[in-house]
């Protein structure tokens, strides 16, 4: 049984604060021509979609990179240069699994904006995770919990995007 306290529960929200804000940065300061400049496969449909796009591709990396930074600056990692490569690449994880998420949703025919349950959720997430494991990962029982709650906080979030019409569907 895992024992939540404190501790803990700040490890987990100092874990997923690069990963979540590089995922959420893209839907507020992207936009601009799509990272797939609108190929097209020979299933007929596009290799990733409209949604994802040059700009949001690199705007969600620099936030990953500057949540890094303020972290650091709040509570100093080893080196200015490990704050600055955790931040790069959890922002890339978080951002290669949105769009590896969005490969997946192309191929089996679900579109740009539908809902994918689960796969929407975790596929940034998952990504942070398996490249800042390179660096290092926190406890076994930091990433499962962060794991857990992703969809959760995830779905939340998605809401209150919605209801404050920065996002067109609540999922």
């Known amino acids: 049984m895992i024992e939540i306290t404190p501790l803990l529960i700040f490890n987990i929200i100092w874990f997923i ?3 979540y804000i590089a995922n959420m940065a893209p839907a507020v300061w992207g936009g601009g021509p799509p990272l797939d400049g609108g ?12 949604g994802k796009t040059i700009k949001g591709t690199f705007v969600g990396i620099l936030a990953g990179v500057i949540i ?3 972290q650091h600056i709040a509570l100093p990692f080893p080196s200015l240069g490990y704050a600055l490569l955790r931040g790069f690449l959890m922002g890339a994880g978080a951002i290669g699994g949105d769009i590896v998420g969005s490969f ?8 740009s904006g539908d809902a994918a349950p689960l796969l929407d959720q975790l596929d ?4 942070a995770i398996v490249l800042v ?6 406890s ?6 962060s794991i857990i709650i992703t969809p959760f906080v995830h779905f939340v979030s998605n809401v209150v995007w919605y209801l404050a019409g ?6």
């Open 17 to 19: 604060l690069p990963p």
């Open 104 to 111: 997946i949703k192309r191929r089996v025919n679900i579109e």
């Open 133 to 138: 494991a390179l660096l290092g990962l926190p």
């Open 39 to 50: 190929r097209v496969l020979s299933d007929g449909r596009r290799l990733f979609g409209k």
């Open 124 to 127: 940034f997430m998952l990504g």
């Open 166 to 171: 920065k996002k067109e569907v609540w999922w």
């Open 140 to 145: 076994f029982e930091v990433v499962l919990i």
């Open 68 to 70: 890094s930074l303020l």
